[in-house]
């Protein structure tokens, strides 16, 4: 256990805070969500900022830090909240920002104050977890520094931070309705990708690079200037670099220069070197980089769509060697996206990546839940299912109506299934016309070792078997493996499990018509989210919840709970008819 | 009283309803609100629609009847509410239908139970109150027939329902945020006006007669297809017409027939012949229509603009002389609409307009409230105030905080003034620079005689002062008088008011320059909007809101108060720490 790590435990259980100030302190923040008019990629659209920014504010902090945010709601008639991607909320589930599981939506005019600690360094992110809110644009950087008196592993003179996401024109309510719909529509292909909020569409800053694109007029300070990165020659950086796309999968490489991958999701990874990186929705990498390039050139980041047919331009940034002008495009074509059908290149760069200094995983585990993923009709809608559950959210928070007991709150009566059983083909599409929507609610002791097995197959579409990034709430997990086809279980693929040096992750990919398998510790009292971290996805319903010693929760904050059934039942008795 | 209002009396204090259920009923209605797609005027857009239905489903009922619907919210992340616009909710105010005022916004997935009596028989309507959703859509008629056994002091041989409405192709949200940008951005005028539901944009069923349109395509049973009204010759018609725009004032005719007025807002008046009506947005009317016309053709039903420099072209249906085939567009020009400022016309048809068997007012009030509308900008943001004050809503609806004493969940402590005194000039744009937001809440006593005055004046740009309808919620209005020019209070105007034979309405206009001048009873308890019913004026904070004998308010349903401070004090105590 390091240092922090210790100091942090000591801290949270000592009452008076303040003795900690000197090891971690408590960073507070104010912040207001509102609807904008922006223009990310220069075409103007209503866009969710926060305190008038697109994206939000870069919260940065160091390991055992408090991060308090007062997020007060200034939308006009919807409800919102802020989930923290990658924070475990060790004590803390309540602050976890997924409406309808760990809390109740902060309705407009109202403010919620998220508290939580930032237990370990690394690179982080935050999202809205409402509708499709995060596509709006509801999210920012959350970086964690190693706590005073700590070092990382590797060594570098400056960090360059790039968010990227993807940009849809259409509204996301124009996105909910037609994913609602029958028939069905599709949000199709992103119009733009975003580095750090900015794009451009419909121009290229590199058309004499690419066929068919006129050259992006001179952006200024517009939204959607390019994205200036300023380096000095031979020096070391720290790209820190996370996806919170809708959709796409995206690669990312920069011209000349090689890449050292050091972190995955807020662990250190054994380093590797490669050209480019993969990186799902959900994922955060740290890679290194080093100025040793022509001093005289400026060089291309370049952000490309894979595991989808890309039908949107690369994202480009610009790495600026100084002192030469910011202004000067690179004179050289952006690398190329690598094929975005060449899974074997995808796989071979995931299998790379493996826990470096992570603790390992217990040896073996005390339930396996096996969760195959289709896509099925329902009254007409598509839907994704796992184990032919739907999952659907709530009008009252499950965190609440779980602790409380208020099993009439739950969406079903029907437990959904450790296993889908081996009798299915992955290959075909799904016959299962019994589909159902539930809550998809798996109840998990507590400190057991969970495994589970994403298994994936092929959707409504003949010979179409999709990407999925599942992202898990409250946790790390280790990946202890991946595979093609149908997971053989006990007889096959689970002796080959890797146990020895797994990554830590907190998102994890399964391929087309493969599988991966994660484990984890029941070790964090709540009720998290499981879910695929495509957005229009989870809307779908491709997800579940695991509601873990749920009686091990301390009091859960009454603004947590000020909805639906949880409300209805701490109010009984109290009367609403006298005054007070 | 009628017997109808008598039995209604004798029913609400008797515990067994069922044994008044001869003289009344319960009619029940299971409602789901949710986005879906639709083409009102031949552009789809999303629409907010109430069991797939756009507009919502026409509620009929017989006066005493009580209405009870349960409303499920299907938005995805957006509260919801309806208002009964026009039924006073005598002893349930928590089931006005408004957001901030009378409830808590209903959550999406929550169902929340409307029930109330329609006491009186008359052409309603119902909208959302939240944000800005009725432009999105949210609306639907309510026709309260006269209970069994009372007659309607006219006759007639068929009824025709037009709830009309105006229809903008940019999103509520696009909509709400421009007015609350810096630099503001104006809604514009609309792109169509709807006659239930239906408008036809960029084309015109009388292109013939329209310089420049061309004919629209045959629209088939397309959303956009055209209305047709069908009666037979000879007879006489009630027209029901209620208009729920949000922003036109319009102007109905009906191709070389006359119209008789003898109803407004759910009150019968004194019946006087038209060629044509005005109604603004709150306003409904019955008039009168006999078919006395060459019956081998059909005619047109116009729907223009009045009050602001039309840039919408006028809505057409067609009335169907039976057997005419209704597919047979009139060839006769469509009536033309008034001359949009010929505000002379306009105030000589509102004053014709005079109560017939309605009670005569108090003959004395006990208070006057003089309410003077200005438009201001704060910190860049174009508002509109009452007295100086823009009304903000707070999280915390006011029926709830009031009762309840929870004072600290008001958004200002500064009470709103009785008058703004004599010493504006409501020629020039306002020059008071001391603008704030608060929420202009009067208090009322119980059963006091209260006059309001509405006193209009320039807007922020030189000679421009618009029209206003301004509708209260909980009662019906004596409309007292109206003039030009600021109102002189005791020395002139007052003396000269209408105590005889006034008209009883729920809405009521004020002309540019002009005042207006009301008088009610303040005998229903509860707290009830008085605004603007221009929807983005109301959202510019051009409303007030009174608190009548809040004390005297029955137990709230905890479902109205599941929300804000006053969720929290009816949850304080009870504690959310342990298994329940």
């Known amino acids: 256990m390091r240092l922090s790590s210790l100091l942090f435990l000591v801290c949270f259980f000592t009452v008076a805070m303040s003795q900690c100030a000197a090891a971690a302190k408590a960073r507070h923040f104010r912040w207001e969500v ?31 830090d408090t991060i308090v945010v007062h997020l007060k709601n200034g939308l006009h008639t919807e409800g919102v909240v802020i989930h923290w991607h990658g924070i475990r909320q060790i004590g803390t589930p309540w602050a976890d920002g997924t409406a309808s599981i760990s809390q109740c939506a902060i309705n407009p005019e109202e403010t919620f104050t998220y508290r939580f600690v930032v237990d370990k360094p690394g690179t982080y992110f935050y999202h809205g977890h409402y509708g499709m809110q995060r596509a709006a644009g509801l999210y920012g950087s959350l970086i964690v520094d190693v706590a005073d008196g700590e070092e990382e592993p590797f060594k570098y003179d400056g960090e360059l931070n790039l968010l990227l996401s993807d940009w849809y024109h259409e509204s996301i309510y124009t996105q909910m309705v037609g994913l609602s719909s029958n028939p069905f529509r599709w949000i199709g292909e992103p119009q733009s990708l975003l580095i750090n909020g900015r794009g451009q569409f419909n121009c290229s800053l590199a058309a004499a690079h690419t066929p068919g694109a006129k050259q992006c007029a001179g952006a200024g300070n517009r939204h959607c200037a390019p994205v200036i990165l300023p380096v000095l020659p031979n020096k070391t950086y720290r790209l820190r670099v996370a996806s919170t796309t809708s959709l796409a999968s995206l690669n990312l490489a920069v011209g000349n220069h090689k890449l050292t991958v050091v972190e995955a999701d807020g662990n250190y990874v054994e380093p590797f070197d490669v050209d480019d990186i993969d990186i799902y929705s959900g994922d955060s990498y740290s890679v290194l980089l080093t100025t040793d390039q022509d001093t005289s050139a400026n060089y291309w980041v370049s952000v490309g769509v894979r595991g989808r047919q890309p039908k949107t331009a690369p994202a480009l940034a610009v790495l600026n060697y100084r002192p030469n002008r910011a202004s000067r495009l690179p004179a050289s074509a952006p690398p190329a996206t690598p094929a975005w059908d060449d899974f074997a290149r995808s796989k071979a760069f995931t299998y790379r990546i493996l826990g470096r200094g992570t603790p390992p995983p217990p040896a073996t585990s005390d339930r396996r839940i096996e969760l195959l993923n289709t896509q099925n009709r329902m009254g007409g809608v598509v839907k994704w299912s796992i184990n032919n559950m739907s999952m659907v959210l709530p009008a009252t928070p499950y965190l609440g109506s779980l602790k ?177």
Chains 1, 2 share one sequence.
Not at 450 to 473: K, T, Y
């Open 404 to 580: 409380m007991g208020l099993r009439s709150a739950l969406p079903s009566a029907a437990r959904p299934s450790d296993t889908f059983g081996r009798g299915y083909d992955v290959t075909r599409p799904p016959a299962n016309p019994n589909t159902t929507v539930g809550d998809n609610v798996y109840v998990l002791a507590h400190n057991a070792t969970v495994d589970v097995v994403l298994q994936n197959a092929n959707a409504l579409a003949r010979n179409v078997s999709e990407v999925h990034p599942w992202h898990l709430h409250g946790h790390d997990f280790w990946v202890l493996g991946y595979g093609d086809g149908a997971f053989r279980g006990d007889a096959g693929d689970a002796a080959a499990l890797n146990l020895r040096n797994p990554p830590l992750r907190n998102t994890a990919v399964i391929f087309p018509y493969g599988w991966t398998a994660i484990r984890f510790v029941s070790d964090n009292p709540g009720v998290w989210a499981f879910h695929c971290h495509i957005e229009p996805h989870l809307h779908m319903g491709m997800g579940v919840i695991f509601a873990e010693a749920v009686d091990r929760v301390g009091e859960l904050p009454k603004a947590a709970v000020s909805c639906g059934a949880t409300a209805t039942a701490l109010m009984a008795g109290a009367g609403a008819g006298g005054h007070v």
């Open 34 to 64: 509102s609807n904008m008019f922006w223009s990310p990629d220069c075409e103007e659209k209503v866009v969710i900022g926060i305190n008038g920014q697109f994206p939000g504010p870069t919260i940065r902090a160091k390991a055992g």
